[in-house]
């Protein structure tokens, strides 16, 4: 008798995260809903102080996304046409993107290729009289070394804008990221591990003059209403997200937890299985609290592997098969394409596994079956 085929692993299931919370979620919604005040109010105000002490960094403000946390943060630098801002070449496109629409230049550098987050040695050499201030982006939920990237920004007077997108509750020798560099970006995108109904976003900062430009900006720079010292954006919450994100918290130390519990058990079945030696899993820099928005490993014929595991309905993904210096858009800022070997390296190899708090042992163990059935 044939066994029936294993159930599919997506690579995120959000209904399973969902179910549990669905009468505490619908009646948050629904309690704004009823109030009629749509956009930031009580709920955004109670979130930021919520989230700032879950950070234990000095004021939080919510905004409309992590890509607008990453512009407003650049504004409220005063970062403009003239300045340079360092960034790793390896990212999603928002921390580039954002450089360029405040009419900035972004500098490239490579990675590290055992963390994927930026050289910070490459990024020491990269400074110029222009440079404004460095972007470094925790990737994958894994925090960049601070300590060192601070120590170059100091030295050189420039800020630094964290895109901790990636990396809520992520920690450098024990402080979250978002509390050490000048500004920190988050994003509430659904598929990062704190997400909202839709689109939203955090800056932290301990500066509390940056802090009071930055709620500045949120609201078209406007102070009183209707006065305005500075053109700033919409880039005001939703009531709604922030009632779902407050449901939420209470539940993402947990969540966090599931997920690294999940990357160890993904570590013991690939050594039980002798797959170690085959499949490059993720390096944990001594020191950090890594998050795992994603748990990115390397396998030898990338895309093979992939199909082989889309055909048995195991759910990967690439971040990022496109390194920026290889982007259209960004061709005219005249980076040589043959300088980035790390970043280019890791985009031909990198896959991004299921690693959701609510997977089963049986389906890590489905996942990892199915990788060494491609790979020998
Ligand atoms: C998700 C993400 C962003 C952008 O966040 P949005 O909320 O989607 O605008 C920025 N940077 C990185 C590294 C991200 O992963």
């Not at 009183?224 to 005001?236: D, E, I, T």
Request: glycine share 10%.
């Amino acid at each position: 008798m044939a066994t029936a085929p294993a159930p599919p692993v997506p690579l995120l299931d959000l209904q399973a995260q969902y179910r549990p919370l669905r009468e505490e979620l619908l009646a948050a919604v629904t309690r704004v809903c009823d109030s009629q005040r749509c956009i930031l109010g009580d709920e955004v105000v109670a979130l930021e102080r919520e989230l700032a002490d879950y950070l234990g960094v000095g004021h939080a403000l919510g905004v409309s996304s992590g890509t607008d946390a990453l512009v407003a943060a650049l504004m409220a630098l005063g970062i403009g046409a003239g300045d340079e801002v360092i960034t790793p070449t390896f990212s999603f496109f928002a921390s580039a993107g954002s450089v360029v629409r405040v009419g900035a230049r972004p500098v490239f550098v490579d990675i590290d290729p055992a963390t994927y987050n930026l050289d910070v040695e490459a990024v020491a050499r990269a400074i110029t009289p222009r440079t404004k201030a460095i972007m470094p982006v925790h990737l994958y939920g894994q925090a960049v070394d601070m300590t060192a990237l601070m120590a170059v920004a100091k030295a050189h007077g420039l800020a630094v804008i964290e895109d901790a997108a990636q990396a809520i509750g992520a920690k450098d020798g024990g402080t979250a990221v978002g509390g050490l560099g000048t500004i920190g970006c988050f994003s509430f995108y659904p598929t990062k591990n704190l997400g909202a109904f839709g689109d939203g976003g955090l800056v932290t900062t301990n500066d509390p003059a940056l802090f009071e430009r930055l709620r500045l900006l949120r609201d078209h720079g406007q102070h009183p209403k209707y006065h305005h010292a500075l053109v700033g954006g919409n880039f005001r919450l939703d009531a709604i997200q922030g009632a779902v994100l407050r449901v939420k918290l209470p539940h993402l130390a947990a969540w966090t937890e599931g997920r690294r519990r999940n990357a160890a058990r993904y570590r013991a079945l690939f050594a039980e299985a002798g797959l170690d030696a085959i499949v490059t899993l993720p390096y944990e820099r001594p020191g950090v609290y890594h998050i795992y928005n994603q748990f990115v490993v390397q396998v030898p014929d990338r895309d093979r592997v992939r199909a082989h595991l889309a055909a048995l309905g195991i759910g990967t993904e690439i971040y990022y098969p496109v390194p920026f210096h290889r982007q259209a858009c960004f061709a005219n800022l005249g980076h040589p394409l043959d300088v980035f070997p790390h970043a280019d390296a890791a985009a031909a190899r990198v896959l991004a596994l299921p690693i959701y708090a609510e997977l089963a042992g049986s389906q890590l163990q489905q996942v990892v079956a199915a990788i060494g059935d491609a790979v020998r």
